[in-house]
Nanobody, 123 residues
Framework: QVQLVESGGGLVQAGGSLTLSCAAS????????MGWYRQAPGKQRELVAI???????NYADSVKGRFTISRDNPKKTVYLQMNSLKPEDTAVYYC?????????????????WGQGTQVTVSS
């Protein structure tokens, strides 16, 4: 099976920086889009940033110019560098990816979520 494991969340003061990492593991053939979503208390989960396998990225307007998504394809890892953090960035951040893998001799593509990592920005 495939797992996405996130790390790097924590507590930071406004204006500070954090870097999130998400590593995929399993019998993976290829990884297509990899992205980050977040969900604040009482709000819907929203897209933060996403990058396709070719390296093209899209960002939510609220994070453009402050956050940078990148990926290391050999390491099957996606990163989210977050700078100039604001209290409104406080949320649980989730990694998401479309993964193609072997399952009982079949090739399968599924969408996976990580377990989430808390980011708290104090004012």
């Amino acid at each position: 099976q495939v797992q996405l494991v996130e790390s790097g969340g924590g507590l930071v003061q406004a204006g500070g920086s954090l870097t999130l990492s998400c590593a995929a593991s399993g019998s993976i053939l290829s990884i297509n889009a990899m992205g980050w979503y977040r969900q604040a208390p009482g709000k819907q989960r929203e897209l933060v940033a996403i990058m396709n396998s070719g390296g093209s990225a899209n960002y939510a307007d609220s994070v453009k110019g402050r956050f940078t998504i990148s990926r290391d394809n050999p390491k099957k890892t996606v990163y989210l560098q977050m700078n100039s953090l604001k209290p409104e960035d406080t949320a649980v951040y989730y990694c998401n990816s479309d993964v193609t893998y072997y399952s009982s001799s079949y090739v399968v593509t599924n969408n996976y979520w990580g377990q989430g990592t808390q980011v708290t920005v104090s004012s």
